[in-house]
């Protein structure tokens, strides 16, 4: 059985609420570690308030920006 790599990625930055096309869903398989590394399954994940400073343009946050993808 594969495994599924999914990874939800900045693809433009959010202009009041942020909406399904700001983002998108990449879906990669799960590639075996290598020598000195480790996979982890993630259940839970949280998002906190302060990840909407970091899809901002501007310089306000102490966190850097998010990297747009696209």
Sequence with gaps: MSKTN?????????????????????????SEPDDGQLLVRTIFLSVDPYMRGRMNDNRGSYAPQLRIVR
Excluded: N, T
Excluded at 7 to 30: H, I, M, N, T, W
């Design 6 to 30: 999914r990874q939800f990625l900045l693809a433009s930055r959010p202009s009041g609420y942020p909406k399904e096309s700001d983002f998108d869903l990449v879906e990669l398989p799960v």
